[in-house]
């Protein structure tokens, strides 16, 4: 009675939003995706809307086996005998038909009258019978719909077989208080509702689709239509991970309601939508938002770091974010500034020491949008412990061509001496850090290789990052260009560089016994 079912419809209604087509190993990459997350129905597409929404359906019945697959129909037989032909390889297969049942669509987009609607739908359902016992019914527009009759709706097709009926704020048009009370109303006008679960399906066009759903879900519906990252016609449908996490965050609010979502996998699932459909989330989309689990705040920072649960509700790691972050920007304060040093290994400095660096901070941070780790240590080395030689780049020479082996020459300035050293790698890029190397005479371990162009154009200036390890300890460095290859050996030596300082400051720091 508790239980409340997930029925996702990335791949129909998400897919109806401009921009979100799939191609069908790509709705199959993502309904396997759906099934590990552990969602209970996965809504396929529309099999008779195109021959690639079948082949997407029918090859998503043939694989997924923990959920139940479902096709979108028209109350029209020919909708539903496609349907049911691409869901038949499905181990448990549901026929989703729809007729809108509003005083508007009806006259103006259906030209039926209400007791046409009322035939066609019990008709839909009984045919749709023929294909599986899982049948679910929804009234489109079900929120625009005169109440009396939408109750009698729903009591013939519940007659007629159906196992689901669902109530659709088609165009995102209710408010949270009222689509609960038609819920309610539902449940007490419609005779035989116990034989049926309810659904609800919102838009979001007012921004209220997971709070509308919610209501619902208060008030007794326990099947909610959502979506990955609310993706949907328009403005979207109610999101998935916002429904879900607010059911579990709220436990105490919804009581005994829960889903048998493995919330761990929310975060991966939405990030293979976006690789997928080419999209982003905004980053303070809840839940999976970039900025969902991260404080820039000093206040907040200071007081994540002595109890996390002063600014986090809920567990990054419970939904799969790899850590809550706090990332070092103009609002961030002292104590989070002396924890990332800690954690960059910088435990014994003084007071001063803090005071000084932080006052640097400060300041580097009003120029720039974030501060990174090597920005912080470039702080530590320039202003406090710049006791050694930082090792500079020359000159570069590098070949290289789909019918060359590539190879690389450098020189560069160590110690006072000029040393030049040349090396074939893989790629240009390979074969000059491999020199750069030859010449350190080091080799280090690359676990990180970024590029990214910090301005329009061609001529863009590009902007490498590494992270390299030496001899054990990780370290990350930059560079910048508008050749990729000279930012790449800047931002290796540029690690190299940080290395050797990190080194020179333990030893340093050894030698005077702290
Ligand atoms: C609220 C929703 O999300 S509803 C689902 C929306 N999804 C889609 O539309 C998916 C993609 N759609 C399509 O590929 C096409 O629209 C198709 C294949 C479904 C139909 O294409 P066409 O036959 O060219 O019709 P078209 O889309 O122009 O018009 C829709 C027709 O379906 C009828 N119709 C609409 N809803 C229903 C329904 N639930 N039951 C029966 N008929 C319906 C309309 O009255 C119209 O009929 P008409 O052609 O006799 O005037
Ligand atoms: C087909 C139905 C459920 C729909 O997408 C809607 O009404 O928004
Ligand atoms: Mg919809």
């Known amino acids: 009675m508790n239980r409340l079912i997930i029925f996702d419809t990335t791949l129909r209604d998400g897919e109806q939003a401009p921009g979100f087509s799939m191609t069908v190993e790509e709705k199959v990459t993502m309904a396997k995706q759906l099934e590990k997350l552990g969602v209970d129905v996965i809504e396929a597409g529309f099999a008779a809307a195109s021959e690639g929404d079948f082949q997407a359906v029918n090859a998503i019945a043939e694989t997924i086996k923990d959920s139940t697959v479902c096709s979108l129909a028209r109350s029209l037989h020919s909708d539903i005998e496609k349907a049911g032909e691409a869901l038949a390889p499905a181990e448990r297969k549901r026929i989703h038909t729809f007729i809108a049942t509003s005083p508007i669509h009806m006259q103006y987009k259906l030209k039926m009258t209400p007791e046409q ?130 059911i579990k965050v709220r436990h105490d609010y919804f009581k005994d309601v829960y889903t048998e979502i493995n919330t761990k996998e929310i975060y991966k699932t939405s990030r293979l939508l976006c690789r997928i459909t080419g999209s982003f989330v905004q980053p303070n989309k809840a839940i999976v938002g970039d900025n969902a689990f991260a404080h820039e705040a000093g206040i907040h920072q200071h007081g994540v770091l002595a109890h996390r649960e002063t600014y986090e509700i809920m567990r990054a790691e419970d939904v799969g974010v790899p850590a809550s972050k706090i990332v070092l920007g103009k609002h961030s304060g002292r104590h989070a500034f002396k924890t990332r040093l800690e954690e960059l290994g910088y435990r014994n400095l003084s007071e001063e020491e803090v005071d000084k660096l932080f006052r640097k901070f400060k300041a580097l941070a009003d120029k720039k949008k974030e501060v990174f780790d090597e920005d912080i240590e470039a702080l530590i080395f320039d202003e406090l412990f710049r006791t050694y030689e930082e090792v500079k780049l020359v000159y570069f020479h590098v070949l290289s061509g789909n019918s060359a082996i590539p190879s690389s020459t450098v020189k560069i300035e160590k110690d006072g001496k000029e040393i030049t050293a040349t090396a074939c790698g893989d790629g240009p890029i390979d074969s000059a850090l491999k020199a750069i190397e030859k010449a350190l005479g080091m080799t280090g371990r690359l676990k990180d290789y970024s590029i990214r162009s910090l301005s329009a154009g061609k001529d863009a200036m590009g902007e490498v990052r590494t992270v390299v390890d030496f001899e054990g300890t990780t370290v990350s460095g930059k560079g910048t260009s508008t050749d990729i290859i000279e930012a790449s050996v800047k931002a290796y030596l540029d690690a190299y560089n940080r290395y050797i300082a990190r080194k020179t400051f333990i030893e340093k720091r050894i030698s005077e016994g702290v």
Do not use: W
């Open 117 to 246: 609607v009322l035939e066609r739908a019990v008709d839909a359902v009984k045919f749709a019978r023929n294909f599986t016992d899982d049948v679910e019914f929804s009234a489109e527009d079900a929120f625009r719909s005169e109440r009396d009759f939408l109750f009698k709706v729903f009591e013939a097709v519940i007659d007629a077989g159906a196992k689901t009926i669902n109530v659709p704020d088609t165009v995102g048009y209710a408010m949270p208080e009222e689509f609960g009370q038609l819920i309610e109303d539902i449940i007490n006008n419609v005779p035989n509702i116990d034989k049926a679960v309810i659904s609800v399906h919102c838009h979001n066009d007012l921004g209220l689709a997971v709070a509308n759903s919610l209501s619902a879900i208060k008030k007794g519906a326990r099947q909610a239509h959502v979506t990955i990252n609310g993706i949907g016609e328009r403005a979207g449908n109610a999101a998935l991970e916002e429904v879900v996490m607010s």
